[in-house]
């Protein structure tokens, strides 16, 4: 069996009480300790837990060989550059940074000192797109709904991305091309930021890329649909479940597979549409994304979702945040006249 790996948690807030549960339950990780500001949120998590709690970053970077970080995304930067330069492996939450320049800096600080960043893009691990993994993915058209209902936590950002980052990252891994160009909007209801986006992304190569997000939703929804020639996939991230829907041709499949499917007359040929449920196979998610890390430190292989993964995915949500200003300001200037 290979070696723990002795790891250190920063930040004890909503996700990092799971991340902490996780890491107990790896047999990848010996957890080092943990560090968190607020004594009380470390005594609630002592009230059900045992470890040992650090008095500052610092020391409990000392004493491990990966960091986990799941602090608020402004002090992500801090703490991931220093922890690099101490020759710590990292995961770190979404979004990787507070802004695209600092993500490139750890990029390059990591790709120096030869250390892994893992970012925390929890879908990818989702059991809905894991199902798909044997899948060809060549979408020409996706529409994304990522719907929650008003939660305070995490209003300090705007809803591209405390929501909809999770979708960019998954369409970036599925459009094998370059954004060309953003189209959004946006608007703020409950809070000082956009609370409800939508975002249209042409790629290069033809594709378009359709996603709303909202957290001022009066149900949860999260949904991704893929158009693609012959076929339509669909994933509920929500409810864990895949569906695949392709066209196939009559001579390709044998009399009894035509039996268990329907026939579609079309005026020259006559095709037989497939549905498909893939198997789900019920995961931890938190804990899958955590043990590939571990995964990657083992076999010097890339982590699963990259720092170049991270910050491919907040460059978009930052062209999408800038039109969203810039649709705004236009919108706030026709409506005083200017």
Do not use: W
């Amino acid at each position: 069996m290979e070696n723990k790996i002795k790891i250190g948690l920063l930040g004890l807030g909503h996700l990092g009480r799971i991340h902490l549960k996780c890491i107990l339950l790896s047999d990848k990780y010996e957890l080092v300790g943990v560090f968190d500001p607020d004594v009380e949120a470390v005594q609630e998590a002592h009230n059900n837990h045992e470890f040992k709690a650090y008095e500052s970053a610092d020391a409990l970077m000392e004493d491990c060989e990966i960091v986990d970080i799941v602090v608020p995304t402004t002090a992500h930067f801090e703490l991931a550059k220093k922890a690099l330069q101490k020759g710590l492996h990292i995961f770190i939450e979404k979004p990787v940074t507070n802004t695209s320049e600092e993500a490139l800096e750890l990029k390059k600080l990591a790709e120096e000192k030869n250390l892994k960043i893992q970012v925390g893009h929890v879908e990818r691990f989702n059991p809905a797109f894991l199902a798909l993994n044997e899948l060809d993915f060549e979408p020409a058209f996706i529409e994304g709904h990522r719907l929650a209902f008003f939660n305070p936590r995490g209003t300090d950002v705007s809803v591209v991305y405390d929501l909809m980052i999770h979708d960019l990252d998954i369409v970036l891994s599925l459009v094998n091309s370059k954004v060309m160009d953003v189209h959004a909007n946006g608007v703020s209801i409950v809070s000082k930021q956009p609370d409800i986006c939508n975002a249209r992304i042409h790629f290069e190569n033809g594709a378009v890329a359709n996603l709303t997000a909202s957290r001022i939703s009066m149900k949860n929804m999260r949904k991704l649909r893929l158009f693609q020639p012959n076929a339509y996939i669909s994933m509920d991230f929500l409810e864990k479940n895949s569906e695949i829907i392709q066209l196939k041709e009559a001579d390709a499949l044998s009399e009894q597979e035509k039996e268990r499917m329907m026939k579609l007359d079309l005026p020259d040929n006559e095709k037989y549409i497939s549905v498909q449920s893939p198997e789900i196979k019920g995961v931890n998610a938190i804990l899958m994304e955590l043990d590939s890390l571990a995964d990657a430190i083992h076999q010097n292989s890339d982590p699963l979702v990259s720092i170049t993964d991270g910050l491919h995915a907040l460059q978009l949500a930052e062209q999408i945040s800038e039109k969203i200003d810039e649709n705004n300001s236009a919108f706030s200037n026709s409506l005083s006249g200017e």
